[in-house]
């Protein structure tokens, strides 16, 4: 599976961007297994996960973005969507997105956002 992410950018604070983790190459009911999240990495600081979403639809997010981020799947698309709002200067790093299925973890490439104050 390889995922291909993109989307970022540099953002004033308050405003929006929306990423996306797409897996042109996979087979779509692959895909739809696969749980999906978005990860990021600040500067300095170890990479954490932001938003989760089970192939089963269940969603999970870090208590920093609740409310302002949300995670989303498009199977004919084959690709998950991360709508952020409301963006902050906290929330500045390298995004990647992650899929995991039957133990086995994928990994796209880091697409950099940055929100200036």
């Known amino acids: 599976v390889q995922l291909q992410a993109s989307g970022g950018g540099l953002v004033q604070a308050g405003g929006s961007l929306r990423l996306s983790c797409a897996a042109p190459g996979t087979i779509t009911s692959v895909f739809n297994g696969l749980n999906m999240a978005w990860y990021r990495q600040a500067p300095g600081k170890q990479r954490e996960l932001v938003a989760q979403l089970t192939s089963g639809g269940s969603t999970n997010y870090v208590d920093s973005v609740k409310v302002r981020f949300t995670i989303s799947r498009v199977s004919a698309r084959k690709t998950v969507y991360l709508q952020m709002n409301s963006l902050k200067p906290e929330d500045t790093a390298v995004y990647y997105c992650?899929?995991?299925?039957?133990?086995?973890?994928?990994w796209g490439q880091g697409t950099q956002v940055t929100v200036s104050s």
């Open positions: 992650n899929g995991e299925r039957i133990g086995c973890n994928y």
